[in-house]
């Protein structure tokens, strides 16, 4: 086994994982603890806790942080809505505390730049990603670089306004691919739909409606969950048109907690819409969908080849 | 006066443009000709006496061709409804007849890069712009580098769905911004409404209903007029916060034939969308809509430095 080259670190909104992380992608150790909330004093004591533990710290392995919220380019959390936490420096206030290098970036970009080294985006340079769970994320590469952004906040794919005044979205606006693709969003489109009293489904004896319950009916064979799905996937097609319009990337991953389950209503669906609002179909190959291969680990895994990247750079400067 | 760089021509569905081109941006020289129509060989000779008459040639000035068109990284033509092309390998062909490098990319693409370079984006290396006339077109630089995309087709902002299934656009699909803000669909969206009796313009009176009509009436104080001009504006806010929210530019430009007159109405409707509806708003400074710089040039002199570049970027990599 070759040496760990950066510490990653996955913060989401209840539990954080961080392992140290070889340049093939290796996790070599692995931690898991709860994500403190609403604190950025002991979020940031906490992470630091996890680097020592490590094996980094003063001098040693660069660490890279993925977290659910706005990041500034600096590494300042500006929102971070999961974690309760806003303008929280958090970069450089570990990088104080621990002694190392550190980088923190979404976790959605972090993921996408996991999927692009060493995942199902490997060896494409130009790709864009979904991440499917309870909201919408995502993230983009170009020319080989994830982008970060003039102001750390690229890669908000789940804000692809596919439908003006349409549904609400929990970010207040209206119409975003989110309100339609999110976990939240097909729990609450299937509960809009029972009023119909002549659907035919299980989710009618479920006490709560999520993506997990409808995600769970589909996989036993329920046809209305499974259009909730595939209505899903067909607007994701849709928001992807609209990028692959501007960008024309190679290849779109989907990833995120509900892609591996529900991909087989949501893939074909989501294919059908981008061939149909694609500019210039018949002169070219509409880039495929596919799924994403780090699965739970892509945002750790992602956040440290990043923070490898970043101090190899910035070594390579120095000399 | 410094030396010339590079040939530009910018290749526009009825005309065509050439001059030699400083590497500040200098038009040293200009020819304007018709651009000979479905007839991809005429089209190649056109150019490359272009090319001779303006000193270029066997090992002499690299040559940039912005076309309208969907254009692969290798500057064939796949598909140029205007000049009613497709399939043509221009810039091997031209190349081979003028025996200098040729870069062949889409108009929009060339006009975006000039922009950047020596127009309104000068010093921003994140960037969108729109270019508003008949239709609408675009351009994206991410990192300093303006995007060409995986086949060539990135650029392509008219084609950014804003409302699907909404109004029918040119392009075989609904809900694109070019069915809201392009000429010809302020012209129809004009036409549409004046079934309504009680609406009071002068464009009742216009044989013709286009964009350049309803931008005459609107400088002349129609406030119909000035509402549809700021409905298209508004719209073009819609498509800008999809992208800001994937892309996160510093700055986005309004450009093309109808940006300059229209702009008063437009810009402010665009400012207002986008701010209603970009995510994480409290937290980051929306990017500001600007007007283009360079007017009818940006194209060609966009073309001239695009080719310039990868002349310089080939040079370094062959010694």
Redesign the interface.
């Known amino acids: 086994v070759s040496d760990p080259v950066a510490i990653g670190i996955d913060v989401g909104g209840t539990k954080l994982v961080a392992a140290t992380v070889t340049a093939d992608g290796t996790v070599l150790d692995r931690q898991r603890r709860e994500t403190p909330a609403r604190d950025g004093e002991l979020l940031q004591r906490t992470l630091a806790r996890c680097v020592v533990e490590l094996g980094g710290g003063e001098g040693r392995l660069p660490v890279g942080v993925g977290i659910a919220g706005?990041v500034t380019p600096s590494g300042e959390v500006?929102?971070g809505p999961n974690i309760g936490v806003?303008d929280l420096p958090l970069a450089s206030r570990l990088a104080e505390t621990a002694g190392c290098e550190v980088s923190v970036v979404n976790d959605a970009t972090a993921a996408t730049f996991g999927e692009q080294r060493i995942g199902a985006g490997r060896g494409r340079?130009?790709l864009l990603m979904f991440t499917l769970g309870t909201g919408v994320g995502?993230g983009?590469v170009?020319?080989g670089?994830v982008?970060?952004?003039?102001?750390?906040?690229?890669?908000?794919?789940g804000?692809?306004?596919?439908?003006?005044?349409g549904r609400a979205c929990p970010?207040g606006?209206r119409g975003c691919i989110e309100a339609y693709a999110s976990g939240t969003s097909m729990g609450l489109i299937a509960r809009e739909r029972l009023v119909d009293l002549s659907v035919d489904t299980t989710l009618r004896d479920e006490a709560e409606l999520t993506g997990r319950t409808v995600t769970r009916a589909a996989l036993a064979g329920d046809t209305f969950a499974t259009s909730i799905l595939a209505e899903a996937g067909w607007?994701l097609g849709?928001a992807a048109?609209?990028?692959v319009?501007?960008?024309?990337?190679?290849l779109i991953l989907i990833g995120g907690g509900a892609a591996l389950q529900t991909s087989r209503w949501v893939l074909p669906a989501a294919e059908t819409a981008l061939a149909?609002?694609l500019?210039?179909s018949?002169?070219?190959?509409a880039?495929a969908f596919e799924l994403a291969a780090l699965g739970d680990d892509a945002g750790m895994v992602g956040a440290a080849l990043l923070a490898a990247k970043r101090a190899t750079a910035a070594g390579g400067a120095a000399r």
């Open positions: 706005l500006r929102y806003r340079d130009d995502g983009v170009v020319g670089e982008l970060i952004g003039h102001a750390g906040f690229a890669g908000e794919l804000h692809v306004i596919v439908d003006e005044g970010c606006n607007w849709v048109a609209s990028l319009n501007v960008l024309d990337p190679e149909e609002h500019i210039g018949p002169w070219r190959v880039p």
